[in-house]
Structure formats: structure tokens, C-alpha cells
């Protein structure tokens, strides 16, 4: 028992040490130029509390996410801790970002193995579906759009890896496609040559291709 807490308070140290000249930083600047500091600075003042609230919660938080699931998890780790900071940034995350930062590194870590194990595509959906789980126990109102899009985009690259499809595009029916030719051949008799333009470049955005023949308007799809 007493093996295990020195492990895990070694483990503790090294997501804080890396870092500790982040925290000394903070405390000069914090003993010298807050309002009844030494020296009170209002432009080094302004330093203080973006330290406290988001660099060092970062530092940490990345710096575990490194130590469990390397540069990758370093990325989601600090991705993680941004979240559970912008839920309310009143209250500093050191905490949070000593157990969000392994934990996001974890699950890289998992996927990572399973995808060194002969392409273990189990055990790799497997750590997409608990980084899945993560995402939506911490999915609140709060959160912003930043850390959900972020979040979404690993999690929408690790699917790509296995070949998992997450965003199936919508195909435009041929209907609406007829539709759409027809409201450009009446701009182009309109002599509304604008219109037809942006007809053409949104079916093309589309994946539809016009060609103009003498036979009428040809499509395909691209």
C-alpha cells in the first residue's frame, strides 16, 4: 500500500515539476504586482489570473496527457482541461487537470496499442467509444463550441483510422437536381446571368456537374 501512494504521488510530481517554472512565474508575479503587491503593476497585474485560470491548468493537464499516451495524448489532454476550464472559469482547475490530463491520454494510449497490436480494430473502437463516453458526460451547455469541435474532430480523425465512418454526406435528389437546372435555365432567359452562376456553383458544391449542350443541360454526379 504504501509503495502504491508513492507511485501515484511521484505520478502527481511529475505532471507539476515539468512545469514549475510556469508556477514560480505566477508567484513573482502574483508577490510583486497584484493591486497589494511590492510593486503593483496594472499591466503585469493583467497576467495573473490568465496564469492561474488557463496556462498552468494547460501546462499540467497536457503535461499528464503526455506522461500516459505521449505527443498525442499531450494534444487531447490539454484539449480536455480547456473544456472543464470554460465551464467556469471562477473556479482554477488545477484538480481537474491532475485527472482530465491522464485520462485523455489514456485513451489515446489504448488506441494507440491496439493499432500496434496487428491493427486491433476491436480494442481501438473499443478506446474511440470510451473518448465517445468522455465526450458526452462532459457535454453540457457550458462547455464552449471550441472544445466540443475539437473533441468531435479527434474523435471523427480516430474513426477515419479504422475506417469508420462518422459524417455521412446527404446526396442531393436527382429531383432536386432537376429543379435546380430549371431554375437556372429560367435566369439564363431571364438574362439574370448572376443567379444561374450561383446555381451552378452551389450544385458543384454539391458534387454536381453541369455541361451545356445543344441537346439541353447535361449532369453528372463528380
Do not use: H
Not at 16 to 27: D, R, T
Not at 110 to 117: L, P, R, S, V, Y
Not at 119 to 139: G, H, M, P, Q, R
Amino acid at each position: 500500500m504504501k509503495n502504491k501512494v508513492q507511485r501515484f504521488g511521484k505520478f502527481l510530481s511529475g505532471m507539476v515539476m515539468p512545469n514549475i517554472g510556469a508556477l514560480i512565474a505566477f508567484g513573482f508575479l502574483a508577490a510583486l504586482f497584484i493591486d497589494t503587491g511590492w510593486i503593483p503593476n496594472k499591466g503585469f497585474n493583467s497576467m495573473v489570473g490568465p496564469m492561474l485560470t488557463y496556462l498552468i491548468p494547460v501546462l499540467i493537464a497536457s503535461t499528464g496527457g503526455r506522461m500516459i499516451g505521449g505527443d498525442r495524448g499531450r494534444v487531447v489532454g490539454a484539449i480536455a482541461v480547456i473544456g472543464a476550464i470554460m465551464s467556469n472559469t471562477e473556479i482554477t482547475m488545477l484538480m481537474a487537470a491532475m485527472v482530465m490530463g491522464p485520462l485523455a491520454g489514456c485513451c489515446i494510449k489504448k488506441f494507440d496499442e491496439a493499432m500496434d497490436d496487428d491493427f486491433n480494430t476491436a480494442d481501438a473502437i473499443s478506446a474511440i467509444f470510451e473518448l465517445v463516453k468522455f465526450a458526452n458526460s462532459n457535454t453540457k451547455e457550458a462547455r464552449s463550441k471550441e472544445f466540443l469541435q475539437c473533441l468531435k474532430d479527434k474523435i471523427v480523425t480516430l474513426s477515419d483510422i479504422c475506417g469508420l465512418i462518422v459524417e455521412k454526406k446527404q446526396e442531393i435528389l436527382d429531383k432536386d437536381i432537376e429543379a435546380m437546372i430549371e431554375e437556372r435555365q429560367a435566369a439564363r432567359k431571364a438574362r439574370n446571368f448572376q443567379r444561374a452562376d450561383e446555381i451552378r456553383n452551389e450544385l458543384l458544391e454539391k458534387g454536381i456537374v453541369l455541361e451545356d449542350t445543344r441537346e439541353g443541360v447535361k449532369w453528372k454526379r463528380a
